[in-house]
């Protein structure tokens, strides 16, 4: 009896992909297997056929040969040596459907190690340290691996057995009617290995608490909410896994002169009547020093002076930022009487020309007598 194509048994196209032909297995086998059937030997070779389709069509290797051979490809001296036919294992078969969906199939290995938790320094710097970089020194209360066994977890020279339960697979497969689940094997908690003689020191764990002192380079230019990574130095796994990362969390005090946003500075310069009056020439601080500033005369409360590349070192682009130096007048206090008068001769000086000397003084009462003008109307 001739067979059928392997793709008429299982339903897709000859172009189908690898996710599309495992679809279709799942489905008629789910249909067809022999658990389900009871018996029944028409299903029972239909199974066969639907197994021997997929274990084909599902290796890049085989396909190829079938696509150009068809089923000679595997015939008496093909390239298969007559693999498939009878003796097909359904509970293989059945494992292989499922295994996909539960975690596992017969294909599993020893468990993979689980490495050790990541922690998290908090770190206070000032503005000036954050600017300019900084190596500092932490401490950090964690666990490390243990040195007697070195974090194996057994007995100086003694080592882990393998599972007698599960034979070093770290799972187990429990099978209940239709379903084979696998689970983690409940004799090593899915490490694959028992520890008969555990080491003192760590009690088996292969990790003991200590507190670690460490050496962080903190780079120019971060800022509150930037995190570097110290790749290791975070718990140590048990058992000698590896060891998880610590992230050292960047938090920037308030500066009593400066204020942050991203790479520029800003900060508020005190003028004096006078200067602000006549200009002149100021200091002004920055991170690197005192600068000078030249202020223009007529200046008012408010103006923005920019110091192009006084600000910060971006730690990503490397651009720096600007410093923004706001003017604030400073109004004289404390006046004697013979200043005091001085002050009220130059304000009925002025007096007859409000509008040329006090400007927005002018503009803003016209702008107040038309609002009311408006509220009448």
């Known amino acids: 009896m001739s067979k059928r194509d392997y793709y008429e048994v299982l339903g897709v196209s000859r172009d189908a992909g ?108 000032t503005l000036e340290d954050a600017v300019k970089g900084k190596s500092v020194e932490i401490k950090v209360p964690t666990y490390v691996s243990c040195e007697p066994c070195n974090g194996s977890g057994a007995k100086k020279g003694t080592s882990a057995k393998t599972c007698s339960t599960c034979h070093g697979h770290g799972q187990v497969q429990m099978r209940q009617g239709l379903f084979a689940v696998q689970q983690t094997c409940p004799s090593c908690s899915g490490k694959g290995k028992v520890i008969t003689d555990p080491c003192p020191s760590c009690r088996g764990q292969g990790r003991v608490e200590k507190t670690k002192t460490l050496n962080a380079k903190i780079p120019a230019g971060v800022d509150t909410g930037d995190r570097i990574r110290l790749s290791g130095e975070g718990e140590a796994g048990e058992h000698g896994a590896p060891a998880g990362d610590l992230y050292v969390q960047v938090h920037v005090k308030d500066h009593p002169i400066f204020v942050r946003d991203e790479n520029n500075l800003y900060c508020e310069v005190p003028i004096s009547f006078t200067t602000a009056a006549l200009g002149g020439e100021i200091e002004v601080p920055t991170l690197e020093g005192k600068v000078k500033l030249k202020v223009p005369k007529e200046t008012q409360t408010g103006k923005m002076f920019r110091l192009r590349g006084k600000g910060v070192k971006s730690v990503r682009s490397h651009a720096t930022g600007d410093l923004m130096c706001k003017a604030v007048i400073e109004t004289p206090v404390n006046l004697s009487g013979d200043q005091a008068d001085l002050l009220r001769q130059l304000e009925e000086k002025m007096g007859k020309n409000q509008t040329k000397h006090r400007p927005k003084e002018t503009g803003f009462f016209d702008s107040v007598k038309q609002f009311f003008d408006d509220l009448k109307s």
């Open 18 to 125: 690898e996710r599309e032909i495992k679809k279709a297995y799942k489905r008629l086998a789910m249909k067809f297997h022999p658990d389900r059937t009871k018996g029944d030997k028409d299903k029972e070779e239909s199974f066969k056929e639907i197994k021997e389709a997929y274990e084909v069509l599902n290796n890049d290797q085989k396909r190829a040969a079938y696509d150009q051979y068809g089923h000679a490809a595997f015939e008496q001296g093909g390239m298969g040596g007559g693999g498939f036919g009878g003796g097909a294992d359904f509970g293989d078969a059945f494992g292989d459907i499922f295994g996909d969906i539960f975690g596992g199939g017969r294909r599993g290995g020893q468990s993979r190690q689980r490495r050790g938790s990541d922690l998290r320094y908090n770190l206070e710097m």
